[in-house]
């Protein structure tokens, strides 16, 4: 099978230029590969046993290495304060709206069923089960960051090694940033993310560079080869009022495939993937085929 792909990358030496090539490759088709594991975590500054939902939740990642993905979602006015850091934004809501039962902290994992308590046996239990299943489609990708310009240059390629049960899947790509210091509430039961006498919030909902419930990709059969390219700037700031700088060394890209769309949300993920983070002036990594 042959493919082209578009690459872009900055020169480091002379970061107000970019450059595009384009490549033609064969390359076998892929294997089949497990499905990976997407935790939207509802949590809130305010929220007293949420640090034990981020625990509990950290133990299984850790269990599990590029296979469990965990995001934060900071939604609930009442326990999401707006003073600083103010981690609120508006997608969040609407995942919330979509998912959440009606308490935090919650957790959905893969859009599947009603939402969990994240120390809950039933949490750990779900995760194993998604783990076992073959995945319908193989994520990979990267993105290229020109630091001077703030731009990113998204890349994402979708492999379907089997056929969805929908002619049409939705592909969503989040940005999530890392070592947020501020303020949490019940921060002793999680010590390892004190820092200083404050909190380092991890893996927190930032922005949503596809529509709110993902880009339409198709065809969705078996040997589908289905490349995607985004051009978003990364905002300096996010968050009003008291937003938070987004840091360029501390921020990174999931992607993943939901099956269908139910009413607005979409639902549920196929599988997910981290993107790999390209710096100024490397030459962005050929897929493995």
Known sequence: TTAKIKYTFYDKNNPSEKYTFNVNFKYDTPQ??????????????DCSSCTMGHNALNDISNSNPGKVFIVNVHTQDRLSPTSYP???????TSYYNAFNNGYIP??????????????????????SQ???????????GNVVINSNTRVAEITVELDYTSSSAYNTNYLTIMMLQDNIIGSQS?????????????????????????PTWGDAVSPTIAGSHIVKTYTYEIPEIIGDPNGVEVDL??????AFVTEKQLG????????????????????????HY
Do not use: W
């Open 130 to 140: 998604q783990l076992s299943q073959l995945a319908e489609v193989n994520i990979d």
């Open 106 to 127: 919650s957790v959905m994992l893969n859009r599947l069923g009603e939402s969990v308590h994240p120390a809950d046996y039933e949490c750990s239990n779900l995760v």
């Open 32 to 45: 089949q590969q497990y499905r990976n594991v997407l935790i939207e975590e509802f949590t809130g500054r």
């Open 264 to 287: 607005t949300a979409t639902c549920p993920v196929l599988n997910v993937d981290k993107l790999k983070n390209v710096t100024d002036g490397e030459t962005p990594e050929l897929p």
């Open 249 to 254: 060394d501390n921020i990174y890209f999931l």
């Open 86 to 92: 103010n981690l609120n934004i508006d997608v969040s």
């Open 186 to 210: 019940g921060s002793s039961f999680n010590p390892e993310q004190i820092v200083d006498g404050q909190y380092c919030h991890m893996h927190v909902l930032r922005d949503v560079i596809t």
